[in-house]
């Protein structure tokens, strides 16, 4: 299914009436790992800015034992401090990088924010080096505009 293609269907889910914010989220993360078969690892983390952590929220794919995670560490962390979009062609090639398993090939994670406030980010894991590209970014950047909605 094409990114065009996804996004009435993300839009959707997140005017959806009838579940809660968590489940709305966990249904986007569904929707795109079945739907994007380079994406294996889909998952959403949420800020906590007064302990400059943050903290796993509704994912599809391997468990993680990375459910907290600080500002600054690995790619989620760096991106809670850098407010920008983060694209890791190969992991192996990131000084600092939380490895999650050895299947993961390549990463990209996408701020959220709500108000100009940066309140998390979506995370997408690869077991593919190399397969994210702009068009990536930009339907992420629109999931996450989706998904901001849900927290005004």
Same mark, same amino acid.
């Given at each position: 299914?094409?990114? &065009?293609?996804?996004?009435? !269907? ?27 078969? %380079? %994406?294996?690892?889909?998952? +959403? ?16 794919? @391997? ?7 600080? +500002?600054? !560490? ?5 991106? @809670? =401090? ?6 890791? /062609? ?6 600092? %990088? ?12 996408? /701020?959220? +924010?709500?108000?100009? !406030?940066?309140?998390? &980010? ?8 190399? /397969?994210?590209?702009?068009?990536? =970014? ?15």
């Amino acid at each position: 299914m094409t990114f &065009q293609e996804l996004e009435p !269907k993300v839009i959707a889910i997140t005017t959806d009436a009838t579940h809660t914010r968590d489940e709305k989220l966990l249904a986007i993360c569904t929707l795109l790992n079945e739907n994007i078969d %380079y %994406y294996n690892w889909v998952g +959403f983390y949420f800020a906590n800015h007064e302990t400059k952590t943050l903290h796993l929220g509704p994912y599809i794919g @391997a468990e993680t034992d990375h459910t907290v995670i600080p +500002f600054g !560490k690995g790619i989620c962390g760096q991106v @809670a =401090e850098s407010n920008a979009n983060f694209v890791v /062609p190969d992991v192996a090639a990131q000084d600092n %990088y939380i490895a999650c398993s050895f299947t993961v090939k390549s990463e990209i994670v996408v /701020p959220l +924010f709500v108000d100009g !406030k940066n309140i998390g &980010q979506i995370d997408i894991d690869s077991h593919v080096i190399d /397969p994210f590209t702009a068009d990536d =970014e930009r339907f992420l950047e629109f999931v996450n505009v989706q998904v901001a909605q849900l927290f005004a």
